[in-house]
């Protein structure tokens, strides 16, 4: 079955540093690929997603590109702001393995901005 | 203008107790899903629902019962609740999934269950 392996965290990073968020998946075919955040004490926000292979999502600043030869979409962001703190998920669906009708999450990664 | 709202936000009960969580999504979407999210942050799927029709049901204890009256309601029963419930528990919607695509989520804020 599908599944998507994030790098641990936590990460702590000053404002304005470089973000890399690591995230990649085992599923054959051609899955649907996507990040969500989760601010404290809330839901979850779609951030980004690829649908497929080379494809680059981007939202507020942070990219991920869908690279089926590395099975990969790591997640990056030029400058962080203190604003996203926040645990990042990285998450699939679909592909010839899996279900259209489920999201596999990875574990999450923490990130922490300090001023 | 709420897209996905739960109630109630917090549940504290008593182990063996029933209780009801309730969703409803004004996005008109037809795929409505139930995921657990554990004290470590971890998210897995608990039911999906398309068109008021079940599709999945991963490995869930028959105490958990959801319930679809319509396309844009989900609420999920819980009977004999046990410590081990205690969690995050998430609604979701989507639009309708084709064969090739696999559209976003959209999730609401939880409902944070504790099981005494």
């Known amino acids: 079955g599908n599944s998507v392996t994030q790098m641990e965290g936590p990460v702590t990073l000053s404002e304005e540093a470089f973000l890399t968020i690591n995230c990649t998946y085992t599923a054959t075919g051609y899955p649907s690929l996507f990040w969500y955040v989760q601010y404290p004490g809330e839901g979850l926000q779609l951030l980004l997603k690829a649908t497929k292979a080379d494809d680059k999502g981007s939202n507020k600043g942070f990219e991920a590109t869908y690279r089926k030869e590395t099975t990969s979409f790591h997640l990056e962001k030029g400058s962080v702001q203190v604003s996203d703190s926040a645990v990042y998920f990285c998450?699939?669906?679909?592909?010839?393995?899996?279900?259209?009708?489920?999201?596999?999450f990875g574990k999450g990664t923490l990130l922490t901005v300090n001023p | 203008d709420t897209a996905v709202s739960q109630t109630p936000k917090y549940l504290v009960t008593q182990m063996g107790n029933d209780k009801s969580i309730k969703c409803e999504q004004n996005l008109g979407h037809d795929t409505m899903y139930w995921y657990k999210q554990d004290s470590k942050k971890f998210l897995k799927i608990m039911f999906s629902?398309?068109?008021?029709?079940?599709?999945i049901n991963e490995t869930v204890p028959n105490r958990f019962s959801p319930k679809s009256p319509d396309k844009a309601h989900l609420n999920l029963h819980i009977n004999s609740l046990e410590l081990g419930d205690s969690a995050v528990y998430f609604c979701?919607?989507?639009?309708?999934?084709?064969?090739?695509?696999?559209?976003?989520?959209?999730f609401g804020p939880g409902t944070r269950l504790l099981v005494l």
């Open positions: 629902y398309n068109n008021k029709e079940l599709i």
């Open positions: 998450a699939l669906s679909g592909g010839s393995g899996g279900s259209n009708y489920k999201l596999t």
């Open positions: 979701a919607s989507s639009q309708e999934i084709y064969r090739r695509d696999n559209p976003a989520q959209y």
